[in-house]
């Protein structure tokens, strides 16, 4: 089984009141390959410029994802500056540099274009659509952002009917669905095209979907969020890593799958980048996925 | 077993997106009573003016809820307005009449001096204290708000000290000890002396702490909130009432309690007032009970 994920693959500058992290790497293809690559083989498809440290793509090899897909080009690897306020759940980005990134078209190589399960990053619409067209999956999966949604919604639109699930912020799904209770939001979202939808909540867990079926996942309550970057990506990276390991998408493993993603994405968290990420272990996926266990039975 | 519960008893009222509800029957003591009371005998202690309609009287008492603490004055009953927003997690309180709750001070009748579990509704904290000089109970929660917190937190800190729980929104906790996250603030909630702290996020569900213990629960996705009025005061009735049929406080017991206390405060959301609430069978709870273990479990 394998996973193919296209995404953005950054170096994030990021200040947190905790600290300061300079050009560390970042990017959601990055965070969801070491979270998937966990579970699952992981064909990383994305493009850095001739800056890009190789410390860096060692470290992603050392997890044995396959790099084929990662293209070096002339020019700066995408850059993003952010700042967290005391509530981490609130950031302003204070920089954007798109850089190779702008110019970026994707090209899966021949190993990425039949994975089982395939995960659209956050790019643009149009190029989720180019990707789509170059790859056989049999689960598609894809994450957005309320740019698109106000500035290319037909494009959109059109990814949105050729995929099985959107992993989307409640936020998002209000912007998308213009419905702020969330039953209905998840509705009119399946109605668009994808029949599982994963709604994040950031620190109060997410929301599966599936026609009537529902489930509800904490977040795991930490006492220190040293930086959240990267926690979605991560989760989504646990979601379909271990979807695909299990090779199968029905209800009760997409719970489980849940879970899976909210460890991961728990770790993303204690860390600066994702270097706590990077040394995951299966044993400290067991303990804290018996952690959740405690947290939620009755 | 019995519960005793002091707070206000209302006529609210409340708009919503989906209609208006003119002086209904309200107040934090008549929705913890109407939820405690499918479990436990209930003495009500409250004031109500020469206005206050028999029909709201006859309706807790057909819930077999003791009112000998329900004093009737000379004046007018406590009147609260509101209005929700689209996203009913937002509201406005348009204006509040304190009149016969102006001069109220608490006196428990003899039955509802030694009860079992004690509910300090949202009142002011002097108040609050003079009824702990007069009940002895071996199990003591309170419910709060910013008010206090900003304006009478000498007070609220001598509560504090006396109470085995506190029931309280997210948002109070970050502004009774100034920190955002939610782990470091419910230690420091335990350390002004709750050793159990429950901590309400709305429709993001709640989180239950008792040293290092945490319980997690969401609450339940309704596709329409026609008035989330009372939901948490019945949330607390629910997670007393069930401590108090147990006659049992061990961590086991509060994960229930609070999916009870969960339970009853989703049948509130669904009517205008506490009607729905107020007709809440012994199946309704069980099948309710049952949707939040398919909600929860992997």
Redesign the interface.
């Known amino acids: 089984m394998s996973v193919t994920v296209v995404g953005s693959v950054a170096l994030d500058t990021v200040e947190t009141p905790w600290g300061k992290n300079e050009e560390g790497l970042g990017g959601a293809a990055v965070y969801f390959s070491l979270a998937a690559a966990n579970y699952t083989r992981v064909h990383l498809v994305g493009v850095v410029g001739e800056d890009f440290p190789q410390k860096h793509v060692d470290l992603l090899a050392a997890r044995d994802i396959d790099l084929e897909g990662l293209e070096r080009t002339p020019g700066k690897t995408f850059r993003w500056t952010g700042r967290y306020h005391?509530?981490?759940n609130m950031r302003d980005t204070l920089d954007t540099q798109l850089n190779v990134f702008e110019r970026f078209h994707p090209v899966l190589p021949v190993s990425a274009q039949a994975p089982d399960f395939l995960f659209l990053g956050n790019i643009h619409p149009s190029l989720q659509l180019e990707v789509l067209d170059q790859a056989k999956a049999s689960f598609v999966a894809l994450d957005t952002m309320n740019l698109w949604i106000h500035t290319t919604l037909d494009d959109l639109k059109a990814v949105l009917k050729r995929v099985d699930a959107i992993i989307i912020n409640d936020s998002e799904v209000k912007d998308l669905t213009g419905e702020?209770?969330?039953?209905?939001g998840a509705?009119k979202v399946h109605d668009l095209g994808p029949r599982i939808v994963v709604m994040k909540?950031g620190?109060?867990?997410c929301?599966l979907f599936e026609g009537d079926n529902?489930?509800?996942?904490?977040a795991l309550?930490?006492?220190?969020?040293l930086d959240p970057t990267g926690a979605g990506d991560t989760f989504a990276g646990g979601f379909m890593g271990y979807m695909s390991q299990q090779d199968d998408t029905g209800f009760?493993t997409l719970?489980?799958a849940?879970?899976h993603g909210s460890v991961l994405a728990s770790y993303t968290c204690e860390s600066f980048g994702p270097d706590r990420l990077a040394t995951v272990t299966q044993e400290d996926i067991d303990t804290r996925y018996a952690e959740?266990?405690r947290?939620?039975?009755?």
Chains 1, 2 share one sequence.
């Not at 529902?214 to 904490?218: D, Q």
């Not at 309550?221 to 969020?225: C, E, G, M, N, S």
């Not at 947290?295 to 009755?298: A, I, V």
Request: aromatic fraction near 8%; charge should be positive.
């Open positions: 005391d509530d981490v702020a209770n969330i039953i209905k509705r909540k620190e109060h867990g929301l529902v489930f509800a996942a904490p309550p930490l006492d220190k969020v009760d719970r489980k849940v879970i959740f266990q947290l939620t039975q009755f």
